[in-house]
């Protein structure tokens, strides 16, 4: 699953056009650009401007997005982490064929509603935000793929989330929630939920509706019970319930149900 590693540059193609790290050597297949001025998005674009694909703008102070960058409308992946000034235009949905975007660690108190206009994004990550809430809007991301929420302040998950239904990740580790929507009955694509560290005591019984669940990580939460029909799920593989509230005996309920499953206490 793509985790938002890039390289530190600009994919044209086969090649990855660096804009930091001078003195870097080049790897093969890679082409460097001195960094200042001579590296900004307007010269990429006027030099690329049909090739250009990936953008990486990590850690450069911007405070929105240049019109540079806006009018790079083959731009299939963009890199924005750890700008933490950073307001998104508007603007942003000309991006007709985005298909990732990073916004870690940008100081992020409202989720970008400019987002939700960018119907053709597979892979978002907002970690380590300050975000408390998702609009519900966010149910208009219909090829998202993967979604990480890690390390923000959210209490609970929009019903829109359960429109989701071509998402295979969803990780919302290391925030306040306190319950899940009924909702994410529809997440029936989903391959790999991860809830760890939050202040959930239930779990609706809906989430037994997630017939392609491998991974199910609830460790960290303050869990006295789980769905009265667990065994729905066949297809999950691992099930981490570490430190919760658990009482032997749902425990054991829980592995009569899921025989096929590995329990991780």
Known sequence: MNRFHGSHGVVMGGCV?????CGTPAKR????????????????????PETLKSLNLRHKNLNTLPESA?????????YLDGNVSLV?????????????LSLDACALEHFPEAICGLTTLESLSLIDNRLSALPETIGALENLTVLVLNGNKLESLPDGVG??????LLEVDGNLLRE???????????????????????LPDALVSMSSLERLNLKGNRI???PAEMGRLTA??????TGNLLPASEIKRVRKALPQTLVVL
């Not at 001025?37 to 990429?44: D, E, G, I, R, S």
């Not at 806006?70 to 299939?76: A, D, F």
């Not at 899940?180 to 239930?202: D, H, K, M």
């Open 17 to 21: 056009l660096l804009l930091v790290g």
């Open 29 to 48: 297949g890679e082409m460097t650009m001195p960094p200042g001025p001579a590296a900004t998005p307007a010269v990429v674009k006027a030099r690329y």
């Open 70 to 78: 806006i009018e790079l409308s083959q731009l299939t992946d963009l």
């Open 88 to 100: 998104l235009p508007g603007s942003l949905i000309q991006f007709k064929n985005l298909k990732t």
């Open 163 to 168: 429109r989701l239904s071509k998402l295979g």
């Open 180 to 202: 899940l929507p009924a909702s994410v009955a529809g997440l029936t694509s989903l391959r790999s939920l991860s809830l760890e560290g939050n202040r959930l005591s239930t």
């Open 224 to 226: 006295t019970k789980l």
């Open 236 to 241: 999950l593989k691992v099930l981490t319930l």
